[in-house]
């Protein structure tokens, strides 16, 4: 009996042993899978935005640029939102539509610059996840917003020039509210279900974005799990939101061409092509590029090409358009003139 709890003592030593290595090795598993989970699952603190940095002689010349497209962006559109809101002369559907689209393009630059010249004037290139899921999600919801009101105003064109004697009563300002309140809505429902879905993709420690700012596409595309939902949902929506409002801008001014042929005059041919040759510009600064970047699954994009077209349509688009609509305006630029009369006559005081 005695040989034989001898022989059982080195038994339980062994067997306590091997017990012991298991324990530690499943603590080791479960710590290393806890590790690598949350590596792949949790979101990175911040993002580095590129931009330029491969090419550092290019920094200084885009941020003289930048800022001053900036300055130029605000000076014009809050003048014309001003001039829409204190002239009584622009007190029309037209104009009410014009003042909330140099709103747009205002919080539009404002969203994507201010970040863009801090990146650039300094070393730490770096946007935080949080920051970059604001800014990516009230993008969208500004561009979004924007292509609809860009069909509310060929509406109003097709309105003005194809029913001249119904125009004060079919575009009525509850209509125009109604319209307004559509666009904003349609773009902030836009965001949201890019902003869901967008806020799900895993980037497995993954931080450098080649862009200038955060936009979904880039987002899609430095993710390292399956996409297919995002480009899916993506190409859908694109195709709604701006493929459907194009293609009534281009029926709007397929009617209105129709009918300013029958003008007998040339110089109310003029007169009317006139009216609308500002809107139509605008309309091809936004929608050539943004039709470029998104109708194309972001997944194969080039993004140093789409970053360029990105910085086209976030700062020169909305820069440009102020200056569209005052130099081939007659009654934006007489309210203009008013406006800086009544300033010089307050400061003057």
Same mark, same amino acid.
């Given at each position: 009996m005695q040989d034989g709890g001898k022989r059982s003592v080195p038994l339980l030593r062994y067997y306590s042993f091997g017990f012991s290595q298991f324990v530690t090795g499943a603590r080791k598993y479960r710590n290393m899978k806890s590790d690598n989970q949350s590596f792949s699952g949790d979101p990175p603190k911040a993002f580095i935005l590129l931009g330029v940095s491969d090419r550092p002689w290019l920094e200084l010349p885009l941020f003289v640029v930048l800022l001053l497209s900036y300055v130029l962006a605000?000076?014009?559109?809050?003048?014309?939102?001003?001039?829409?809101?204190?002239?009584? +002369?622009?007190?029309?559907?037209?104009?009410?539509?014009?003042?909330?689209?140099?709103?747009?393009?205002?919080?539009?630059?404002?969203?994507?610059?201010? +970040?863009?010249?801090? %990146?650039? @004037?300094?070393?730490?290139?770096?946007?935080?996840?949080? @920051?970059?899921?604001?800014?990516?999600?009230?993008?969208?919801? *500004?561009?979004?917003?924007?292509?609809?009101?860009?069909?509310?105003?060929? =509406?109003?064109?097709?309105?003005?020039?194809?029913?001249?004697?119904?125009?004060?009563?079919?575009?009525?300002?509850? =209509?125009?509210?109604?319209?307004?309140?559509?666009?904003?809505?349609? @773009?902030?429902? %836009?965001?949201?279900? +890019?902003?869901? *879905?967008?806020?799900? =993709?895993?980037?497995?420690?993954? +931080?450098?974005? %080649? %862009?200038?700012?955060?936009?979904?596409?880039?987002?899609?595309?430095?993710?390292?799990?399956?996409?297919?939902?995002?480009?899916?949902?993506?190409?859908?929506?694109?195709?709604?939101?701006?493929?459907?409002?194009?293609?009534?801008?281009?029926?709007?001014? @397929?009617?209105?061409?129709?009918?300013?042929?029958?003008i007998q005059s040339s110089k109310g041919r003029h007169k009317a092509f006139g009216t609308c040759s500002s809107h139509l510009m605008v309309v091809s600064l936004f929608y050539l590029p943004a039709i470029y970047m998104y109708l194309q699954p972001p997944s194969s994009y080039s993004q140093e090409q789409g970053k360029f077209i990105s910085l086209f349509y976030s700062i020169i688009t909305p820069t440009l358009n102020p200056f569209i609509y005052t130099l081939r305006n007659k009654d934006v630029k007489g309210a203009l003139r008013r406006l800086l009369a009544r300033i010089w006559r307050l400061c003057g005081r």
């Open positions: 605000v000076l014009g559109n809050v003048a014309i939102i001003l001039a829409s809101q204190l002239d009584p +002369q622009l007190h029309s559907p037209m104009y009410t539509f014009l003042s909330h689209l140099s709103f747009l393009d205002l919080c539009y630059t404002t969203t994507t610059v201010p +970040q863009m010249l801090v %990146n650039m @004037g300094s070393s730490q290139k770096t946007i935080s996840y949080g @920051g970059c899921t604001v800014q990516y999600a009230v993008f969208h919801w *500004l561009g979004c917003t924007e292509c609809i009101l860009l069909a509310a105003m060929a =509406l109003d064109r097709y309105v003005a020039i194809c029913e001249p004697l119904h125009y004060a009563v079919l575009m009525h300002r509850a =209509l125009c509210q109604q319209l307004v309140a559509l666009a904003w809505l349609s @773009g902030f429902g %836009n965001s949201f279900v +890019q902003v869901v *879905l967008t806020v799900q =993709l895993p980037f497995c420690g993954r +931080q450098v974005l %080649n %862009n200038f700012f955060c936009e979904v596409p880039a987002m899609i595309k430095l993710s390292c799990a399956d996409t297919a939902v995002n480009d899916a949902t993506l190409a859908v929506l694109v195709a709604f939101f701006v493929l459907v409002p194009l293609a009534l801008i281009l029926l709007s001014y @397929g009617f209105i061409a129709r009918a300013v042929l029958r």
